[in-house]
Every structure is written in C-alpha cells, then in structure tokens.
C-alpha cells in the first residue's frame, strides 16, 4: 500500500495563523520531517480599496485577508509522528475531522483542495493536452472506457465537448478536463 501526501485542516486559535505556520516550518526542520511534512499555508485573499483621504484624494489601501480565519492547511504524509509534531505545534487546537482520542483527521478531497490553491495562486489551471478532432478516452463516470472525438474545449470553464456513440449515435457529450484518460 502506497502511502500518499494530501493536505489536512488545522484549527488554530484565531489570529494565531502565522506563528502557527511559522512554528510548524520550525518544526519540520528540527524534526526532521521533511519527508512527511511538505507544504504549510495560509489561504489569503488581496482586497484593493480606493478611498478618499481628508484632502480628498483618492487613496489605494490594499488589505489581506485571510479565506479561512482560524485554519492552516498542511500537505503531509499522516504518521504517529507527523500527527504528534503538528498536533503538539503550540496555539494548535486540533485537526479538522478527527474526532479526538488520538483518530487520525480526514483528509481534504483533491477537487476541493485544487480549487483553493487555484484561488489563491498557488497553482495555474490546467490547460486542455488534447487536440480538436483527437480521440480520447472517458476516464470516470457513466461513460468510463468509451472513446469519443473531440469537438471543443474550454480551458477557462475547464470543460470539454466529446462526441462519444450512445445507441450507435455520435452523441456530444460534455466532460470535465479530470474525466479525460490522460495518455
């Protein structure tokens, strides 16, 4: 069994997000938990306000504001010992949706995950690796294994359009870049 990292929700006490982040980062090299624990974020968002000073100039206050008050995401392999160093982090409160009594926590879906980082920044969205006219084949879901031709595809609404047979009918069908078998 291959274990794999994925990314887990630490609570923190409010405000204590950066020391947090800051202490985990400490921790991992002290510990020498570099192959278990990799990555530690703070989801943020830039806010740009233009407002009127007492001049009446117009000023640009740029604020950041964090996305999930209360919370850092951590990418890690779950072990005892990894668990252990970021759960005794100080200013650590837990993880979220593990039930206490030592349970390991719940992991964040992929889907979820990928749509956070990309609204932050720290990943681009995929670009679309297949051509128009390209057969591929339909990786998941009702119309897993079939093969169909591409007609279009939207890398924004990172969606693409496959003209698979249903009935003995070329049917265009719909599919999210993910239901596509990479090759």
């Known amino acids: 069994m291959s274990v794999k990292k994925r990314w887990y929700v630490v609570q923190t006490y409010s405000g204590s997000e950066d020391s947090v982040k800051q202490d ?17 974020i703070i989801p943020e968002e830039t806010l740009v306000e233009k407002k009127l000073n007492a ?13 999930f008050p ?14 252990h160093v970021i759960r005794n982090t100080p200013q650590v409160t837990g993880f979220l ?42 990786a998941r879901g009702p119309f897993e294994g079939f093969m169909g031709e591409v007609l279009t ?13 249903v009935f003995g009918r070329g049917t265009p069908t719909e599919f999210s870049f993910t239901d596509i078998k990479e090759e």
Do not use: C
Not at 56 to 63: H, N, Q
Not at 109 to 121: A, F, R, S, T, V
Not at 153 to 165: A, H, R, S, Y
């Open 24 to 40: 985990i980062e400490r921790r991992i090299e002290s510990m020498g938990m570099q192959n278990f624990i990799f990555n530690v």
């Open 55 to 67: 001049k009446g100039e117009e000023e640009t206050i740029t604020k950041v504001k964090k996305i």
């Open 97 to 138: 949706g593990s039930s206490g009594g030592r349970t390991k926590p719940v992991p964040v879906e992929p889907e979820e995950m990928n749509q956070i980082l990309l609204n932050i920044g720290a990943i681009e969205k995929p670009k679309f690796k297949h051509e128009i006219g390209e057969v591929v084949t339909i």
């Open 70 to 83: 209360g919370y850092v995401f951590v990418e890690m392999i779950i072990t005892d010992e990894s668990w």
């Open 153 to 165: 595809f939207d890398n924004q609404k990172q969606t693409v359009l496959v003209n698979i047979e």
